[in-house]
T-cell receptor
Framework: DAGVTQSPTHLIKTRGQQVTLRCSPK?????VSWYQQALGQGPQFIFQ???????QRGNFPDRFSGHQFPNYSSELNVNALLLGDSALYLC???????????FGEGSRLTVL | KNEVEQSPQNLTAQEGEFITINCSYS?????LHWLQQHPGGGIVSLFM???GKKKHGRLIATINIQEKHSSLHITASHPRDSAVYIC?????????FGTGTSLTVIP
């Protein structure tokens, strides 16, 4: 049984560009949440998707948007990248909320 | 003020010692999670609690809803327990994370 998979694992972008990160949830999970973790800090909640809709959102600007597909996989899009967006982006899936969180290995984004 | 506070920030222990990590929160929650993060980034969920106490192997997690406090205990600590331990709470609208406790267990 595959766990949560994220792609790409690493990527480098320049300021002003746009990025799309992808997440496939654990089999049987219907809820996907995204987190940003800057170096040396705890994760920060970006948003959560359930039934293809954004259900909860953290304190992130509209440059951060997402999508959930009918197969429960999800994308995180960040527009107009800033240097401060450099971080590890983590995806977690669960069966409903609250539910035990299963995390992917993350996508490490570097903005130059 | 952070919604979730953890202590201590850093902890070094000798192999075999009993370890306690504390988490206090200031918001109403539906669940509290204890997470383990190893160098390189991967996060593993250890416990999800909404009341009482849970045990898994050498790990024990407790929560006191009235006092808004949770503890993670590690009995007979081992060098492989070295990691960052993160407390996270789920409210109706948000997840809030502590900054983590970096644990090093020395053989």
């Amino acid at each position: 049984d595959a766990g949560v998979t994220q792609s790409p694992t690493h990527l480098i972008k320049t300021r002003g560009q746009q990025v799309t990160l992808r997440c496939s949830p654990k089999s049987g999970h219907d809820t996907v949440s995204w987190y940003q973790q800057a170096l040396g800090q705890g994760p920060q909640f970006i948003f959560q998707y359930y039934e293809e809709e954004e259900r909860q959102r953290g304190n992130f600007p509209d440059r951060f948007s997402g999508h959930q597909f009918p197969n429960y996989s999800s994308e995180l899009n960040v527009n107009a990248l800033l240097l401060g967006d450099s971080a590890l982006y983590l995806c977690a899936s669960s069966s409903g909320t609250p539910g035990e969180l299963f995390f992917g290995e993350g996508s490490r984004l570097t903005v130059l | 003020k952070n919604e979730v506070e953890q202590s201590p920030q850093n902890l070094t222990a000798q192999e075999g010692e009993f370890i306690t990590i504390n988490c206090s929160y200031s918001v109403g929650i539906s669940a509290l999670h204890w997470l383990q993060q190893h160098p390189g980034g991967g996060i593993v969920s250890l416990f999800m609690l909404s009341s009482g106490k849970k045990k898994h192997g050498r790990l024990i997690a407790t929560i006191n809803i009235q006092e808004k406090h949770s503890s993670l205990h590690i009995t007979a600590s081992h060098p492989r327990d070295s990691a960052v331990y993160i407390c996270a709470v789920c409210t109706g609208n948000q997840f809030y994370f502590g900054t983590g406790t970096s644990l090093t267990v020395i053989p």
